[in-house]
């Protein structure tokens, strides 16, 4: 079965140590997230993930895209939407994603820009590579302060101008050799979206794009499921682990698409066993078949220790491989 992670990862910027460094730091030209980078790179590939991210090691997932969004603001921990939004002449992440590549390609031969994940609808077991990871433009435009050019009653308007701003973003990924590029919308779950205005912004944000696409919605998708199934992607990803309710939805369901299925709950610091973790996915594999799954955490891991989060990936991948 395939591992990989939903994006974000606990690694803090890293200050210059090394002379070399120091004077970088001086001249103004070191970067102190691309260490960052590196080490969510050596974690994830160390404890055994196959499909990586560059760990969203910048800000959280609200932050590293409004920061830098024409349109869109960061200020005071809040995300604010001041003007109209317009796709950006350059990438928020790509560059990131090149120094995931370069740091895996470093430690293992395996990962490779473009590595083909899926294969005639099928899950390459032996895929290895690195995932492009955007926040979805429902999510960014419902977590956003309305302050200006938009009003509550243009939300739909600053939606698909997200989209069309994003898939600009998700072609840049692509072309930074990105094996898969997932879109996070976790507002999908929580009552606050227009479903089907998510469904036209998505399409828009994913048009051209030739990579397998996933789209992880985390909470209690019970009462949406059926609807995130008509979204044009090739995996939905959810929590099964942190909310076992979930896995009532595949119960008598004929999947068309894969899951990501959810395996460790990332809200809680309490690091499950390769036992527990094997029980989970044994009741996946009962519900729609191995075949069908992608094995990951339920979240992204971003607040969690460093060696709970390392664990709780060692674990899973542990799990996994007690299956093959």
């Not at 790509?94 to 099928?122: F, H, P, Q, V």
């Not at 979930?246 to 004929?254: A, F, G, P, Q, Y």
Request: glycine share 8%.
């Amino acid at each position: 079965m395939l591992t990989t992670v939903i994006g974000s990862y606990p690694s803090p910027p890293i200050e210059p140590v090394s002379f070399a460094s120091k004077i970088s730091s001086l001249l103004g030209s070191y970067d102190p997230y691309q260490s960052a980078v590196e080490f969510a790179v050596k974690e994830q590939i160390s404890a055994g993930i196959n499909i990586i991210t560059a760990g969203q090691v910048r800000g959280d997932m609200i932050e590293i895209f409004s920061s830098q969004i024409t349109g869109m603001a960061w200020e005071e921990g809040t995300s604010k939407i001041k003007g109209k939004i317009l796709p950006l002449n350059y990438s928020i992440g790509a560059d990131d994603l090149k120094t995931a590549l370069k740091t895996a390609n470093n430690l293992s031969k395996d990962y490779r820009a473009g590595a083909r994940i899926l294969e005639g609808g099928k899950i390459r077991k032996d895929a290895r590579g690195v995932k492009g990871v955007i926040t979805g433009p429902t999510t960014l435009v419902l977590s956003s302060r309305m302050e200006g050019f938009y009003d509550l009653e243009n939300r739909d308007k600053a939606i698909i101008d997200m989209a069309h701003a994003l898939n600009k973003e998700a072609k840049y990924l692509e072309g930074a050799g990105a094996s898969m590029i997932q879109i996070d919308e976790p507002y999908l779950s929580t009552g606050m979206a227009d479903i089907s205005k998510a469904l036209e912004a998505i399409k828009i944000t994913i048009k051209g794009l030739k990579v397998p696409l996933a789209m992880h919605v985390c909470g209690d998708v019970t009462q949406i499921f059926g609807k995130l199934m008509k979204f044009p992607v090739d995996i939905i990803d959810c929590e099964f682990a942190g909310i076992k309710r979930n896995l009532e939805v595949l119960e008598n369901t004929d999947l068309e698409k894969i899951i990501g299925f959810g395996s460790v709950d990332t809200k809680t610091e309490k690091v499950e066993s390769p036992e527990e973790i094997l029980e989970l996915l044994k009741k996946g594999i009962e519900l729609i078949g191995a075949e069908k799954m992608i094995v990951d955490p339920d979240c992204g891991m971003r607040m969690l220790p460093r060696k709970v989060a390392y664990q709780k990936l060692t674990n899973m991948t542990e799990a996994v491989k007690w299956l093959s």
